[in-house]
């Protein structure tokens, strides 16, 4: 059986599943890890619950933590609700617990305080922006989004985004 010590992720990214208890890659992330490491694009369809968020944050963390990367956007993941880009944010706090990287969701219905945050790491730099596509793109249309050296873009839900 694969481990994740197997999959070719950095000490600090193993360190944060260790922290986490986990040991074992489900399905979707021993199939989808390899070939994100590796640089190639992937389409990943499977059930709720299978650890399909992992299985595009761990390679994507690992690959960001590893760049010794400035100030600029590295990742762009776009999901569908609020709930979700928080998740997703989350889950980028634990993974990416000892490598450094700095997150920010951004999302609707927000005050004008963390618009202005929001602001500030788009146009400064994060290495990765959680969005939702409405708030993204009222930012997109002030026209100070930096996404010129994007290394990363991921649709979370992407069927659901495209209804």
Not at 14 to 34: H, R, V
Not at 137 to 161: P, T, W
């Amino acid at each position: 059986m694969t481990q994740f010590t197997d999959l070719g992720l950095s000490q600090p990214v193993l360190q944060a599943l260790d922290l986490k208890g986990y040991t074992t890659p489900t399905p979707i992330q021993a199939q989808a890890i390899p070939p994100v490491l590796e640089g190639r694009d992937l389409l990943g369809i499977a059930q709720t619950g299978t650890g399909k968020t992992a299985a595009f944050l761990l390679p994507v963390i690992n690959k960001i933590g590893q760049s010794n990367s400035g100030k600029h956007i590295d990742a762009l993941i776009i999901a569908p609700t609020r709930e979700l880009a928080l998740q997703i944010d989350q889950q980028v706090d634990a993974l990416g617990y000892f490598t450094g990287i700095s997150s920010l969701a951004i999302y609707g219905g927000t005050d004008g305080v963390e618009f202005v945050q929001q602001k500030k790491a788009l146009t400064e730099g994060a290495h990765i922006i959680i969005a939702t596509p409405g708030k993204l793109l009222s930012h997109l249309r002030l026209g100070y989004v930096k996404c010129n050296q994007l290394k990363f873009l991921i649709l979370d839900e992407a069927d659901r985004m495209l209804d």
